[in-house]
Antibody, heavy 120, light 108 residues
Framework: QVHLVESGGGVVQPGGSLRLSCAAS????????MHWVRQAPGKGLEWVAF????????YYADSVKGRFTISRDNSKNTLDLQMNSLRTEDSALYYC?????????????WGQGTLVTVSS | EIVLTQSPATLSLSPGERATLSCRAS??????LAWYQQKPGQAPRLLIY???NRATGIPARFSGSGSGTDFSLTISSLEPDDSAVYYC??????????FGGGTKVEIK
């Protein structure tokens, strides 16, 4: 059974940095691409970043490009998101999600999320 | 960027009724559209992928249809547990994945 657990969220000032982690279990992590998706409080879903299973392809949403860095450690079954130059509009619940079996472009399953609040 | 517009914003129906949710794309996404269900306080769950394929473990009362720019998610006979927000999402413009704004389904 796939299990994804995010951590690292918290309160940070604008311009600050935060590093999120996602611990994966229940599947062969090194075989699957992974995503980060976020959801501002009371709002909809926004895709943030993707990393291929072997790190050969990495993509970002325009809204975070140049500020966020996605990475993974296949030996530790962990996915990370380094967030720099944070803005108030980055405040959201951040989910990690495994690529769906049907396609890398879908998300299945999702973790429960970790909350990031950017505020002075 | 492909914009997905969902309607209605809220749907209020009684148990046993049929719910039809709409998702319209700003340009063709072929059949590369998924639907997710998000219950309060929970993460989203994949229901339908590639417009009409049910994900593993999804009840048969959920079905998807459409292609190009117009898509529908139908819940054939609503149950109280179906109360949730439903999102559509396209993968045609990979890697720029986008979601619709969601439809809230309320059970009377």
């Amino acid at each position: 059974q796939v299990h994804l657990v995010e951590s690292g969220g918290g309160v940070v000032q604008p311009g600050g940095s935060l590093r999120l982690s996602c611990a994966a279990s229940g599947f062969t992590f090194s075989n699957y691409g992974m995503h980060w998706v976020r959801q501002a409080p009371g709002k909809g879903l926004e895709w943030v970043a993707f990393i291929r299973h072997d790190r050969s392809n990495i993509y970002y949403a325009d809204s975070v490009k140049g500020r966020f860095t996605i990475s993974r450690d296949n030996s530790k079954n962990t996915l990370d998101l380094q967030m720099n130059s944070l803005r108030t509009e980055d405040s959201a619940l951040y989910y990690c999600a495994k690529v769906a079996s049907s396609s890398a472009g879908y998300f299945d399953p999702w973790g429960q999320g970790t909350l990031v609040t950017v505020s002075s | 960027e492909i914009v997905l517009t969902q309607s209605p914003a809220t749907l209020s129906l009684s148990p046993g009724e049929r719910a039809t949710l709409s998702c319209r794309a700003s340009q063709s996404v072929g059949s590369y559209l998924a639907w997710y269900q998000q219950k309060p306080g929970q993460a989203p769950r994949l229901l339908i992928y590639d417009a009409s394929n049910r994900a593993t473990g999804i009840p048969a009362r959920f079905s998807g249809s459409g292609s190009g720019t117009d898509f529908s998610l139908t819940i054939s006979s609503l149950e109280p547990d179906d109360s949730a927000v439903y999102y559509c999402q396209q993968r045609n413009n990979w890697p720029n994945l986008t979601f619709g704004g969601g439809t809230k389904v309320e059970i009377k």
